[in-house]
């Protein structure tokens, strides 16, 4: 494809301020790291909170880009020389952040183009949405991709994760392998991240839905408006009469405070989910165990019986969602029920070590105070006996939430253990201190007799005594870390997986 293959046809979308040089060289990859250029790149400089990709145009053009998009108003600062002009075709627009996506889904052929695309975003849930999501469309036949947290999945093939919703250059690839491998679906984890930072833009999206909005990535988005706004142009974006002929529909938690504004802003027909609220689609006599969970699902299609292996309340909301987009897929509620039903756990979330131990371990990925809640919530509806709550928050991330999530771990926990998350630059102690202050905050004098906390800053040491600490009937969770398999510390990647060091603990207690 050449230069002007791409952008002449994106020229309204694009802004194109002013084009320089022959538009007719060949484009094999669109990317906006200097670093991954190589000959026939289009590289599109784009000005980051941290590193100004307009600085780089000179390097990347003597690594052999064809061409190269810049913003208008940024001055390109090519080496030391002001105001430098590369020597091949330049395009100047007014957002080169937003081009970088619309470039890159243009030259692998618009791949959203071509499947039923599902994104979910909320603070917390995505990715359980997304697997049931993935588990209901393939009862009905249908050949899915997933997107998210905790791996890129195309087929049988299964992705390290770099983002929760990678780069736009990445994701267009992604949706290109897709297409390639004959899927007819994606279901993406859309991320505010992902979302204010137009990693999005070029895709098309079908449904979208809304789980929820609690604090968290504040020390990205300005404040919870901020945050929530990014989140909402998931919905704004969607268009009745798009590039596909198939129908459009956002599926809300009418729960959630702000599920109302969602609604009011979705320019497209929306469902609306809920267990308290009415709603399109709602649970009845929903039943807890730590053996999963049973409801009835009243829906626009009727009424069915719902049992999930999956286990707590806040589970039940993601059953909703995921019973909305098959609804709006078009499959029965057998097929849905069945789909439902097969997903045994979600890697990371209330995820249970089993080692012959007579207590109940549980691996979360609860790392905000609503999911530690949510977390601690069904504990208490499910426990025999105490609650062992293990947890950190993480360093260089939204410090309001700590105190937060020390107070919610006190006031439903028999015993508190703090400990390191992923501290990266920051001081683990420094992190735990504040994480230390909630805690404190929550016990009054009272409290303090009956539940008991501890700082242990190094992780391993803290799930170890955690697990010495338990008795017959006890619950134990490990919350923060979920599925990942690392830690950071400083500038180091250390392999550490909450569920290995759980069941290591275990076994050597057994001798």
Same mark, same amino acid.
């Given at each position: 494809?050449?230069?002007?293959?791409?952008?002449?046809?994106?020229?309204?979308?694009?802004?194109?301020?002013?084009?320089?040089?022959?538009?007719?060289?060949?484009? $094999? =990859?669109?990317?906006? =790291?200097?670093?991954?250029?190589?000959?026939?790149?289009?590289?599109?400089?784009?000005?980051?909170?941290?590193?100004?990709?307009?600085?780089?145009?000179?390097?990347?053009?003597?690594?052999?880009?064809?061409?190269?998009?810049?913003?208008?108003?940024?001055?390109?600062?090519?080496? $030391?020389?002001?105001?430098?002009?590369?020597?091949?075709?330049?395009?100047?627009?007014?957002?080169?952040?937003?081009?970088?996506?619309?470039?890159?889904?243009?030259?692998?052929?618009?791949?959203?183009?071509?499947?039923?695309?599902?994104?979910?975003?909320?603070?917390?849930?995505?990715?359980?949405?997304?697997?049931?999501?993935? !588990?209901?469309?393939?009862?009905?036949?249908?050949?899915?991709?997933?997107?998210?947290?905790?791996?890129?999945?195309?087929?049988?093939?299964?992705?390290?994760?770099?983002?929760?919703?990678?780069?736009?250059?990445?994701?267009?690839?992604?949706?290109?392998?897709?297409?390639?491998?004959?899927?007819?679906?994606?279901?993406?984890?859309?991320?505010?991240?992902?979302?204010?930072?137009?990693?999005?833009?070029?895709?098309?999206?079908?449904?979208?839905?809304?789980?929820?909005?609690?604090?968290?990535?504040?020390?990205?988005?300005?404040?919870?408006?901020?945050?929530?706004?990014? +989140?909402?142009?998931?919905?704004?974006?969607?268009?009745?009469?798009?590039?596909?002929?198939?129908?459009?529909?956002?599926?809300?938690?009418?729960?959630?405070?702000?599920?109302?504004?969602?609604?009011?802003?979705?320019?497209?027909?929306?469902?609306?989910?809920?267990?308290?609220?009415?709603?399109?689609?709602?649970?009845?006599?929903? /039943?807890?165990?730590?053996?999963?969970?049973?409801?009835?699902?009243?829906?626009?299609?009727? /009424?069915?019986?719902?049992?999930?292996?999956?286990?707590?309340?806040?589970?039940?909301?993601?059953?909703?969602?995921?019973?909305?987009?098959?609804?709006?897929?078009?499959?029965?509620?057998?097929?849905?029920?069945?789909?439902?039903?097969?997903?045994?756990?979600?890697?990371?979330?209330?995820?249970?070590?089993?080692?012959?131990?007579?207590?109940?371990?549980?691996?979360?990925?609860?790392?905000?105070?609503?999911?530690?809640?949510?977390?601690?919530?069904?504990?208490?509806?499910?426990?025999?006996?105490?609650? *062992?709550?293990?947890?950190?928050?993480?360093?260089?991330?939204?410090?309001?939430?700590?105190?937060?999530?020390?107070?919610? !771990?006190?006031?439903?926990?028999?015993?508190?253990?703090?400990?390191?998350?992923?501290?990266?630059?920051?001081?683990?102690?420094?992190?735990?201190?504040?994480?230390?202050?909630?805690?404190?905050?929550?016990?009054?004098?009272?409290?303090?007799?009956?539940?008991?906390?501890?700082?242990?800053?190094?992780?391993?040491?803290?799930?170890?005594?955690?697990? /010495?600490?338990?008795?017959?009937?006890?619950?134990?969770? *490990?919350?923060? +870390?979920?599925?990942?398999?690392?830690?950071?510390?400083?500038?180091?990647?250390?392999?550490?997986?909450?569920?290995?060091?759980? +069941?290591?603990? *275990?076994?050597?207690?057994?001798?």
């Amino acid at each position: 494809m050449t230069v002007g293959e791409l952008i002449v046809p994106l020229e309204s979308q694009l802004d194109v301020i002013e084009q320089q040089g022959n538009l007719h060289v060949a484009v $094999t =990859d669109v990317t906006d =790291d200097s670093r991954l250029v190589k000959p026939g790149s289009l590289f599109v400089a784009v000005k980051g909170g941290r590193v100004d990709g307009h600085a780089y145009v000179r390097q990347a053009v003597q690594a052999g880009a064809s061409a190269v998009v810049m913003q208008v108003g940024v001055p390109s600062a090519g080496g $030391t020389e002001p105001g430098f002009i590369p020597s091949v075709p330049m395009i100047r627009v007014k957002d080169s952040r937003r081009a970088l996506g619309l470039l890159a889904s243009r030259l692998h052929h618009d791949p959203s183009f071509r499947l039923a695309m599902i994104g979910v975003t909320g603070t917390n849930g995505k990715t359980t949405v997304t697997y049931l999501c993935k !588990a209901a469309l393939e009862a009905a036949g249908r050949r899915v991709g997933v997107i998210g947290t905790v791996a890129y999945q195309i087929g049988s093939e299964r992705l390290n994760a770099s983002h929760t919703t990678p780069g736009a250059s990445e994701l267009q690839a992604l949706l290109a392998r897709m297409v390639s491998a004959g899927l007819d679906t994606a279901v993406m984890e859309v991320s505010s991240h992902a979302l204010a930072m137009d990693r999005v833009a070029g895709c098309e999206f079908d449904t979208a839905i809304y789980t929820n909005l609690t604090q968290d990535h504040l020390d990205f988005h300005s404040d919870m408006e901020d945050y929530f706004r990014a +989140k909402l142009s998931l919905f704004t974006s969607l268009r009745p009469a798009g590039n596909k002929p198939r129908p459009k529909r956002a599926i809300i938690n009418a729960d959630d405070p702000r599920g109302g504004r969602v609604c009011e802003a979705s320019p497209v027909p929306f469902w609306t989910y809920s267990i308290r609220s009415r709603s399109d689609i709602r649970a009845e006599d929903v /039943r807890l165990s730590l053996g999963g969970t049973r409801f009835t699902a009243v829906t626009p299609a009727g /009424r069915f019986l719902v049992e999930s292996r999956l286990v707590g309340e806040h589970n039940v909301y993601n059953i909703l969602a995921a019973i909305g987009v098959g609804l709006q897929e078009g499959l029965s509620a057998d097929v849905i029920r069945e789909g439902i039903h097969s997903v045994v756990n979600v890697p990371g979330r209330f995820e249970r070590v089993e080692a012959g131990q007579d207590f109940t371990v549980v691996v979360d990925y609860a790392h905000t105070e609503d999911a530690l809640v949510h977390l601690l919530d069904t504990a208490q509806a499910l426990k025999t006996g105490r609650i *062992i709550t293990v947890f950190g928050c993480g360093g260089d991330r939204d410090r309001g939430k700590r105190p937060k999530m020390g107070r919610a !771990a006190a006031r439903q926990s028999d015993l508190v253990i703090l400990t390191s998350d992923n501290p990266r630059s920051e001081d683990p102690m420094a992190i735990l201190r504040e994480v230390e202050a909630g805690v404190l905050e929550a016990l009054d004098p009272s409290e303090r007799a009956r539940v008991r906390y501890e700082v242990i800053a190094d992780r391993r040491r803290a799930i170890q005594t955690a697990i /010495r600490e338990a008795k017959r009937g006890d619950m134990v969770l *490990i919350a923060g +870390k979920g599925h990942e398999d690392y830690q950071i510390i400083g500038d180091n990647r250390l392999h550490f997986d909450d569920r290995e060091e759980a +069941k290591a603990a *275990i076994e050597k207690l057994q001798g």
